[in-house]
């Protein structure tokens, strides 16, 4: 596990330039901002219905 959050944080910002120059170049300066952002998006958006789920669970007991 440890490898792989190292692999992670050290080719995660590479390969993030590496689009992020490429949106940029193709698209204009904003793309990138504009992708991460919507990127951020659909990992709020996707977990939320489960998180509720979770959060309303009617089978909980609270002592």
């Known amino acids: 596990m440890g490898s792989v959050n190292t692999v992670r ?5 590479v390969v993030g330039s590496l689009i ?9 300066v904003a793309a990138p901002f504009r992708f991460a952002f919507a990127g951020s998006a659909v990992f709020v958006v996707l977990p939320w219905r489960q998180l509720m789920l979770i959060a309303h669970d009617r089978d909980v007991r609270w002592t």
């Open 20 to 28: 992020g120059g490429v949106l940029a170049t193709r698209f204009g």
């Open 9 to 13: 944080v050290y080719a995660g910002p």
